[in-house]
């Protein structure tokens, strides 16, 4: 018995949605078969603010094919439909249900003229519909939207909105969309007041730029008021802007660092000046750009992984390059750094030239894993997820190479041989193998800098000559074979860089640091962090 009753229960509360809904369809259809008899533009803006009122999403169909120039009027019984245009006659569909209806000459249909302010009338009631949304995402664009496009009409549905909202960050935002609409409404001069101080708390260009022409069309008081809140979010935007310099300079920073740190090494501990280290860096570029080909043509499943795979390759590639050019060209060279320069440098040459022609000259295409697509805010701060994650990924190099450099013996026998090469050899280190693994790392380091760097630059056949000149700049203002002098440096270099380009712009700007660095090697030769030991102090 209770089965059947509630069997029964559920039928009847069926039956009453079902009711409900035919009889909200109907009131929806009454309202969507005005648009036979609107004339003139005018008219048909109010109807389609008519269905706004509405609220129901059902209307969202009829308005974007209206937007469309899809919406058709039948002359012979004013019905209105959704039409799709195929050569002489069109197809027409119900205008709620998007289900096919019947077949019609085009001499038989009539389309419903739109023009672009209508347009944005319907973008507007679209935008008041949304707010309705199960989907937060959704109910933020949407009153994002609106702030940008204030419309006064808009004010009934997003106090509704606005009391409805349980999240947070998307009732703010309604509420920012709001008092735009406030700006451009006849409500009282006390309630624009209060617009205008919500507003100014938001503090973003689009407000500078909706309180700017609000203010060019206000009087008295709300002139005033307007003024004031765009003079502090203009201030408030000037440190954003000098936050926003240092995060560009630190991105910028760890670029250099990643660049710099293998030739740190090499130039601190053999004191060769390698003009192929830049190179060093392109064979780990290309060496990512050969694993995602792999990976595309083989495994797409694995391509988020395609950096971590490429990490250790470019390393061995560029390290094995590294050693070879030591064991085969450098160790004749020791001691005479003019003749290393050379060297290096017709090696940078062969290397270019063996790239373009194994993979040609144009750029080649290196994608971004999901992980490291796209960007966030952090205040007024734009930060890229590659950006942030290659000033991770520098920080960890470091890390590890500091930890390599202090705590293991390799690394003591590197920094015995940097203090006095002839003290470690006669203390049974073998200086050359330590020259030819130093050098390697120096190298492979090298190749994971072109890892990172294939993310945020082009993969050719000259990307290391971009970065050689600052590597160097780099290695020498932060003291030669020093890692933290060459983390500062890096940073330090970053900064100064961005901020000093948006007043003398790029070429002119590193012009300008050379300059600088030039006249700190006068006063300290040996950089920030000079090294100590009996070789080089004597």
Known sequence: MRILRALGLTFLLTLMFAVASSADDAALRQIITKFATAKGFPAIEAVVRELGTTGDPA????????????????????????????????????????????EAQKAEITKIRVNNGLRGTIRDVLGTLTLGSDDPKVRLAAATTMFKNPDADAIPALDAAIAKETAAAVKTRMQDARASAVLVSDLPEAEKLAAIDLLGKRGDRDTVSLLTGFQANAQGALKDAAGAAVEHINSTLTLWQAGQNVWYGVSLGSVLLLAAIGLAITFGVMGVINMAHGEMVMLGAYTTFVVQEVIRSHAPGLFDWSLAIALPLAFLV?????????????????????????????????????????????????????????????????????RLWILVFALCVFAVLLYVMKRTSWGLQMRAVTANRRMAASMGIRTPWVDALTFALGSGIAGIAGVALSQIDNVSPNLGQGYIIDSFMVVVFGGVGNLWGTLVGAMSLGILNKFLEPYAGAVLGKILVLVLIILFIQKRPRGLFALKGRAVEA
């Open 59 to 102: 209307v969202e169909k009829v308005l974007n094919a209206l937007s469309e120039g899809n919406l058709y009027v039948r002359k012979s019984d004013n019905g209105v439909f959704i039409g799709k245009e195929s050569g002489a006659s069109a197809s027409l569909f119900e205008p709620l249900s998007g289900e096919p209806a019947a």
């Open 318 to 386: 560029a390290g094995s390059v590294g050693l070879a050019i030591e064991r085969g060209i450098i160790r004749f060279l020791y001691g005479r750094p003019l003749e290393t320069l050379l060297a290096t440098w017709g090696v940078s040459l062969i290397l270019q030239q063996a790239v373009r022609t194994i993979f040609g000259p144009t750029n080649r295409e290196v994608g971004n894993p999901s992980w490291m697509s796209g960007a966030f805010d952090l205040g007024q701060l734009a930060i890229t997820w590659n």
